[in-house]
């Protein structure tokens, strides 16, 4: 019997043969390279058209003298630049526009935070919040803007109901007041758009494991004590992403200034893009596109910086 088995062995071994691999299809390099520029093509003639030529422009028109009342246009170099500057207007809205959007972003992800935190628990009521909480985001900026003019006015909805729950007649000029009209309004501002900061930090709450949060209950943490040195840590890809979006938002913000104070009482809410439409509708187009490309400067030179500050302390995080 052992002699059979190994006479049997060497041909049993011989008779079974490897599993043959069946060669992968390699993609076609056509494929690869054809379809994907076919496919962007649309999209890059879309920017091109209506990003790229008309910033190239703004570019070149800030060195002019283009405006309603001349035929031609001249190459005047840095003129628009230094009687802006000299006037004194420019740095106005440019300081006004700087503390709105400081405003704004302050305002938005501190009342977005905390109702992210208050309506965190998955119930129906908190859900049915949820949404009218989001209402305001998807309204039109100007009707909102209109809707808080009217609701703010001396004989607004706002001073009658005041006057009905203290007993005397109030008549408050809310959007009257040259030192607290900017921080009504960029309240407003923040109103409309706190609902999707709550929506960013809901997603970056959720994120958080539960594991991490048992074990510091375990620990014998307080809620406080958790949020601060836990929740509030690992929120840095929201916080980053809500605080970049509310300065870049406020800096080109017009229609909720317009629609309310269009920029006053005294210019104390007028920020660069009101100006700039104010300077458009007199007819000096080359100045407005200084102003613009102005604007677009401080938002680089501000918002860079910001961004890659709290990119890196995600990365520390």
């Given at each position: ?171 408050i000029a809310w959007l009257g007041d040259t030192t607290w009209t900017i921080v009504v ?133």
């Amino acid at each position: 019997m052992s002699t059979n088995r190994t006479l049997l062995a060497p041909e049993r071994r011989q008779s079974i043969s490897p599993p043959t691999r069946t060669p992968r299809r390699q993609p076609s390099r056509g494929r690869r390279q054809d379809h994907p520029l076919w496919f962007l093509i649309p999209a890059f003639a879309v920017l091109l058209v209506f990003f790229f030529v008309p910033t190239v422009f703004n570019f070149v028109y800030a060195f002019t003298d283009w405006s309603s009342f001349k035929s031609s246009i001249g190459f005047i170099g840095f003129d628009n630049f230094v009687s802006l500057f000299s006037n004194g207007t420019l740095v106005n809205a440019l300081r006004v526009t700087l503390i709105y959007a400081v405003l704004v972003a302050v305002f938005q992800n501190v009342f977005g935070l905390i109702l992210a935190l208050l309506l965190e628990r998955d119930t129906r009521l908190n859900r049915t919040a949820r949404v009218l909480f989001f209402i305001p985001v998807i309204m039109s900026a100007l009707a909102v803007g209109y809707i808080f003019q009217a609701l703010l006015k001396p004989e607004g909805a706002l001073n009658d109901i005041l006057s009905f729950v203290t007993g005397s007649d109030v008549s408050i000029a809310w959007l009257g007041d040259t030192t607290w009209t900017i921080v009504v309004v960029a309240l407003v501002h923040s109103w409309k758009w706190m609902g999707l900061s709550m929506l960013i930090y809901l997603a970056g709450l959720k994120t958080i494991s539960a594991d991490v949060l048992e074990a510091s209950r375990l620990d014998g943490a307080s809620w406080w004590q958790t949020f601060r040195q836990i929740r509030f840590p690992l929120l840095a890809p929201a916080i980053t992403f809500n605080v970049a979006t509310a300065l870049l938002g406020s800096m080109n913000g017009f229609d909720i200034v317009q629609a309310t104070t269009e920029g006053g009482p005294g210019g104390t809410t007028e920020l660069l893009n009101i100006f700039i439409f104010r300077t458009f509708g007199q007819g000096l187009f080359a100045q407005a596109t200084t102003m613009s490309l102005v604007l677009f400067l401080m938002v680089a030179i501000l918002a860079f910086p910001v961004i890659r500050t709290l990119r890196k302390r995600e990365d520390v995080l």
